[in-house]
């Protein structure tokens, strides 16, 4: 574990950063948080790009007790980082290889298939409302004929997949987790898509075109009923709430 580290989560509201203060928590690894807000085109602001030139966020900037300093961005990366030097009792990291491997298969998948489709969805629904006076309606029916075609068949794919391995676990294992029988990094990572973006916002959800959520994947309405009262994610909101005092208008 590496000793005296000094870390800074920069923290953008509305975004995939809570996970990395979740995890932090979980790990109760000491941090710093220094917050962003995203302007009225929910854009991240310019002082991100100071820290990063992409100015993404989650990016964690972690200081060595001899003041060497490293910048490390995307949440997957982010959390196999941590998970790799935060993490020596294996609270979050199976000790078995096989799950150890699952994991890491989660860390890319949802960042690399499954959010794509979402922020997509999103972008749709964004460029629906955007798009200037007069031809909106035909921006709807384009943006709609794509999302019906290829976007939400694959999120809809997406949530099957999800849905039968936590029914495969629960069957097998008798586990609620993604991975082995325990919180890992894989329910930490698919949090925000599966959570944040689609049954705690069901309004947004339902207008993507999402059929009823609970009927049609019941594992994962149970699995995010169980991480939402998991004590180190609500302690994670909570260290952040005066900062999610208003959300953009998208």
């Given amino acids: 574990m590496s000793q005296g580290d000094k870390i800074t989560v920069h923290w953008l509201n509305y975004s995939r950063s809570q996970r990395i203060i979740w995890l932090l928590e979980e790990l109760n690894v000491p941090f710093e948080i220094k917050a962003y807000a995203r302007d009225k085109d929910f854009r991240a602001p310019k002082a991100l790009e100071k820290v990063h030139p992409l100015g993404k966020s989650p ?15 995307e949440t997957g990366h982010i959390i196999s980082y941590i998970l790799e030097h935060y993490d020596p009792n294996h609270i979050l990291t199976p000790q078995n290889q096989r799950e150890k491997q699952e994991v890491d298969y989660f860390l890319h998948y949802s960042e690399g298939t499954l959010q ?97 959520f609970d009927q049609t994947w019941p594992n994962l309405s149970r699995w995010c009923a169980l991480i939402e009262k998991e004590p180190k994610f609500v302690k994670a909101h909570e260290l952040v709430a005066e900062y999610e005092t208003s959300k953009p208008n998208i």
């Fill in 59 to 73: 990016l964690i900037e972690v200081t060595k007790p001899d003041g060497e300093t490293q910048v490390i961005a």
């Fill in 116 to 212: 794509p489709n979402l922020v997509a969805l999103l972008v749709h629904s964004f460029a629906k409302k955007k798009a200037p006076f007069g031809t909106r309606f035909l921006m709807g029916l384009l943006v709609k004929g794509i999302d019906d075609q290829f976007y939400l068949p694959e999120t809809i794919k997406n949530l099957d997949f999800l849905d039968g391995i936590l029914a495969k676990q629960k069957a097998t294992k008798n586990s609620d987790f993604f991975v082995g029988t325990h919180l890992t990094g894989a329910d930490i990572i698919l949090s925000f898509p599966v959570l944040t973006n689609i049954f705690a916002s069901r309004a947004s959800a339902r207008t993507m075109g999402l059929p009823d």
